[in-house]
Structures are given as C-alpha cells and as structure tokens.
C-alpha cells in the first residue's frame, strides 16, 4: 500500500500499535559493529568524521536519494563507502524498511553540503541524516514500510538526543542549493509523517511540533 494522505487514520493507529509494543531509549552507545538503532545492518562509511568539539546534535535532516529504480538501502550504502562519492549519511532506510547503518550518530556526516538553519550554518555539523530510497520523480512511492521504519527509527533519535519534532527537516528546507537540492520529494507525506511521529514522542519532544 502506498503511503499517502488515504487511511491516514487508521495507518497512525497501527503505527502507534507498533511502537507501543516496543522499547527504546537505551542511550548507551553501541559497540564497535553494533549498531545505534536495534536491527540496522551496519556497513561504515569513510566518509566522517569527529563533530566539533561540544557540538550538540539537535537537528535530524530527511533527504531521498534520487535513485529510481533502486528498492535496497544496501545499493545505496555501497555508494557511500566507494571513495568516488565523498558523500554519506547516518542511515539509510531502503522501500522494504529496512535500515543501514553508514555513520554512527555521535559523528559527523556528510549529507547536508552547503547549509543554514535558523541561523547556523555547516548543518552536518549539529545534525543527523537519514536518507530514503527513492526516486525523486515526485510520483515514486514511499511505501508503508519504508515510512513505519522512518517514524520509529526518527522517534529513536528524538528520544536519544532530545530532538524536539520541529527540528525535523527536509533537506531542502536547509540547502543553499535549492535549484540542486529539492529533496525528499515533492510527494514526501509531510503531513501523514509529522502525525504519526508527534503522536509516538513523548509529550516533552512533541510540543514544540507544528500542528500538521
Ligand atoms: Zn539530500
């Protein structure tokens, strides 16, 4: 089923279902070859590096990853760690919902490029990533998988690093590159997502959230 504004309801009741059933918040930070988020498959990235000392990651960036014809996120991970592309992100989050993990959260990342949110700039810096596979057409599904997986691994990370859900943004609302950058997609459910999230956090994390 694609996921779209159709059902809206009763998706937000079993993803709620879900993520009631299941426990997160433990902060400790994972093992080597561990990963941050319980079931990611972990395949790391060169392309990271140490955040600026006393940094606080208070800001998580959505992006696609304008690959039409790609369902894995592990495609899309093989090019994060080919030394060609230079580029990387924290997760990736394939059509079938399951997650790679590329950058461990506490680093920095190299998704976002040249920035600027609210004021800072270098948004890679205070910020973790996470892409979808996708297209980018504009009429490529983001499927009811790969969404739920979004909404709970987005919830872990509010959780884990005090992320209000309003410091939840899309690529292109950060870039200084909009004629380049105009991901996640223009069919991206902004509203159904920013929902079914506000709905799963813990009140304290959800205030700051704009009525969707
Ligand atoms: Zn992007």
Redesign the pocket.
Known sequence: MAWSGAGRGAWLTVTVGILSLQAWGGAARAQDGEADFPGAAVRFSPHADARPAGTVIDTIVL??TETPGVRKAEVVARWFLNPASGVSAHYIIGKDGEVVQCVREADRAF?AGPSLFRGRSRVNDFSIGVELVNGQTGSDPFPAAQMTTLVTLVRHLCVRWSIPADRVVG?HDITLRPHL?R?PAPNFPWPAFTAALWASLPSALAAGAQEP
């Open positions: 992006h696609d998704h690529h950058k991901d």
